[in-house]
């Protein structure tokens, strides 16, 4: 039972993120068409001797639309689409071990009435 609710939810969200991925897809190759455009009409000028276009363009070894490239994308939007926080939305309760007694808490805990909590993320270094 668990194993089909997990293929299910699954399944979901590859149908939500779809979409998405496909966009991201046709732009890659938007980008790589224009490029082999730009690359065209450079080898134009090369043989008339006319400036048609700039020649603007990525190599070949560095292809956007690439299986490579639309595995990240795939995986980047899988990890967005799954990640606790989200615009506009309640800041996820997360656990955390305080400097002074190194004690298990929540973030949440820490904040004393209406006084903002603030969370610094810096280095020290």
């Given at each position: 039972?668990?194993?089909?609710?997990k293929a299910v939810k699954n399944a979901l969200i590859c149908f939500v993120l779809l979409p998405r991925f496909l966009a991201a897809a046709f732009v890659f190759w938007l980008l790589d068409f224009l490029c082999i455009r730009k690359r065209f009409f450079l080898r134009m000028k090369e043989q008339r001797g006319d400036a048609i276009d700039p020649p603007v363009c990525i190599s070949d070894s560095n292809r956007l639309f690439s299986f490579e490239?639309?595995?990240a994308v795939w995986h980047g939007q899988k990890l967005?689409?799954?990640k606790a926080a989200h615009l506009g939305r309640?800041?996820?309760n997360t656990e955390v071990v305080r400097l002074e007694d190194q004690r298990h808490s929540r973030i949440l805990d820490c904040a004393h009435g209406d006084r903002p909590l603030i969370l610094n993320f810096g280095s020290c270094t």
């Amino acid at each position: 039972m668990m194993n089909t609710v997990k293929a299910v939810k699954n399944a979901l969200i590859c149908f939500v993120l779809l979409p998405r991925f496909l966009a991201a897809a046709f732009v890659f190759w938007l980008l790589d068409f224009l490029c082999i455009r730009k690359r065209f009409f450079l080898r134009m000028k090369e043989q008339r001797g006319d400036a048609i276009d700039p020649p603007v363009c990525i190599s070949d070894s560095n292809r956007l639309f690439s299986f490579e490239s639309l595995k990240a994308v795939w995986h980047g939007q899988k990890l967005d689409f799954l990640k606790a926080a989200h615009l506009g939305r309640g800041a996820p309760n997360t656990e955390v071990v305080r400097l002074e007694d190194q004690r298990h808490s929540r973030i949440l805990d820490c904040a004393h009435g209406d006084r903002p909590l603030i969370l610094n993320f810096g280095s020290c270094t």
